[in-house]
């Protein structure tokens, strides 16, 4: 079956801009999660939405925000980019919300000049 | 709040060496552990877990073993392939539902030679 998909891949922006990224979980999966991974900070937790709510939120500041569709597509934006929001923003899906479930996408890499 | 320590390398080895990977955690009550394997250009992969204390996990000749008492995970396996080099984490979740999401060490990068 298909697997978790983000789009676009690849992104360039401007600092200041906004920015949307997409994530098409797999067939029946119900929960979304997301994360950033820069080279300084590693791995770090965004947010999760389960049928359409957010259920949990990392400690990130408000211009991160996402939205979970009827479909279970997520798309997650940030507004006001900085320099330090350059990085590979990856989604995982799970049909339970169990972390053990996941599948992860190949990441969007988002660069902000 | 909590936390995830391994060794960030890189690591190089020969072929058919012994691996281990060091890993240790902070966390209140009892977390799920978690080995994920990044290769390039792609996004991450569940390797093997363990729920309780005690477990072990294995998964492609990888092993791992909950040790509460030394709040450990370390990741082994017996003779790496060069197909073995990648970035592995690793990571703890609170609970084990997606809601809390997973906090991750900094990763380690393997490298094998032939």
């Known amino acids: 079956k298909a697997g978790v998909t983000q789009t676009p891949r690849y992104l360039i922006k401007t600092r200041g801009q906004q920015v949307t990224l997409s994530c098409s979980p797999i067939s029946g999966h119900r929960s979304v999660s997301w994360y950033q991974q820069t080279p300084g900070q590693g791995l770090q937790f965004l947010f999760e939405y389960f049928s359409e709510t957010q259920r949990n939120k990392g400690n990130f500041p408000g211009r991160f925000s996402g939205r979970q569709f009827s479909n279970s597509r997520s798309e997650m934006n940030v507004s006001t980019l900085e320099l330090g929001d350059s990085a590979l923003y990856l989604c995982?899906?799970?049909?339970?919300?169990?972390?053990?479930?996941?599948?992860f996408g190949p990441g969007t890499r988002l660069t902000v000049t | 709040g909590d936390s995830v320590t391994q060794m960030e390398g890189p690591v190089t080895l020969s072929e058919e060496a012994f691996l281990t990977i060091n890993c240790t955690y902070t966390?209140?009550?009892?977390?799920?552990l978690f080995w994920y394997v990044q290769y390039p250009g792609e996004g991450l992969q569940l390797l093997l877990k363990?729920?309780?204390?005690?477990d072990k996990g294995s998964n492609k000749g990888f092993e791992a073993t909950y040790r509460k008492e030394t709040t450990s995970f370390h990741l082994e396996k017996g003779s790496v392939q060069v197909s073995d080099s990648a970035v592995y984490f690793c990571a703890l979740s609170a609970t084990g539902g997606g809601a809390d999401g997973l906090t991750f060490g900094k990763g380690t990068h393997l490298i094998i030679q032939p």
């Open positions: 966390a209140t009550g009892y977390p799920s």
């Open positions: 995982a899906s799970s049909r339970s919300g169990a972390v053990y479930e996941q599948y």
């Open positions: 363990a729920t309780k204390a005690d």
